[in-house]
């Protein structure tokens, strides 16, 4: 790795990669470690992380919904760019009997979104990561995916945490050939995420009552002028 790359990694120079330092590096640990023969991307966005997984994969396939997934891959001669819903190539993968090593999933952040892609992706691939676990919709949809499945997960691999947009980021982990309970051997740390939910709807909560505020003020406004214009009319 030079010494760019590093600095790349570290967020020292401009990345195409839309993870923090700390994901970007448990994902390269997991590739390392992994080394997938077939991984697969969904969520391509600026092939930031396609890269990483062409050097580490031995094929790849990426999706994204946006064109221009099309043109990015094109440098990496292991990379099966498809321009399409997550959901088609989920229904071809699970007809066609494939089967994944890896896949990471950071596309559509809805709950519904989340949830499906997850779903999907814990019938054909071994090991799931996924971002953003630390915003709200995205946890939902990873929780409700879980439901009733026995298998190894551990959604704080990394932990997101507040930014000035709101509360994101967060690296999630599920293994589908490891039981939900298994031994640890590291101390577990308390997860920060109910109490960040918390902030984040206190603020949700307070953009809500500002706009309607402005709309109050506005409306007041209005009814003045309008009141001041009859006044004059009347004199
Ligand atoms: C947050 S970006 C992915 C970032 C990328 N994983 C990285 O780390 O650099 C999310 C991407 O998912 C794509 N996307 C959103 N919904 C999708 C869907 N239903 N199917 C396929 N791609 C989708 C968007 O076009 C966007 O490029």
Excluded at 133 to 147: D, E, F, M, N, Q
Excluded at 170 to 191: A, E, F, K, N
Aim: proline share 6%.
């Amino acid at each position: 790795m030079t010494e760019r790359h590093l600095k790349s990694l570290l967020g020292l120079e401009p990345s195409k990669w839309m993870m923090a330092p700390s994901e970007r590096l448990a994902v390269l640990g997991l590739l390392q470690t992994i080394m997938p023969k077939k991984a697969l991307e969904f969520g391509c966005a600026d092939a930031g992380l396609t890269a990483w997984l062409s050097q580490y994969s031995d094929e790849v396939v990426t999706v994204d919904i946006d064109p221009k997934v099309l043109v990015l891959a094109q440098p990496f001669h292991n990379v099966t760019p498809l321009c399409m819903t997550t959901q088609e190539p989920a229904d071809w993968a699970w007809s066609e009997g494939k089967h994944f090593d890896l896949a990471v999933i950071d596309a559509d952040h809805s709950e519904a979104g989340v949830r499906r892609d997850l779903k999907n992706a814990m019938r054909f691939c071994d090991v799931i990561v996924f971002h953003d676990t630390y915003y709200p919709p995205c946890r939902k949809g990873i929780l409700s995916a879980l439901v009733g499945q026995d298998v190894y997960v551990d959604l704080d691999l990394i932990p997101g945490g507040m930014q000035p947009d709101g509360l994101w980021g967060g690296l999630g982990i599920v293994i589908t050939d490891l039981p939900r309970i298994i031994d640890m051997h590291v101390m577990l740390r308390l997860s920060l995420y109910p109490w960040l939910r918390k902030l984040w709807l206190l603020d949700q909560y307070r953009h809500q009552v500002e706009h309607l505020a402005r709309v109050f003020r506005l409306k007041i406004r209005q009814l003045m002028r309008r009141g001041k214009a009859i006044s004059r009319r009347e004199d």
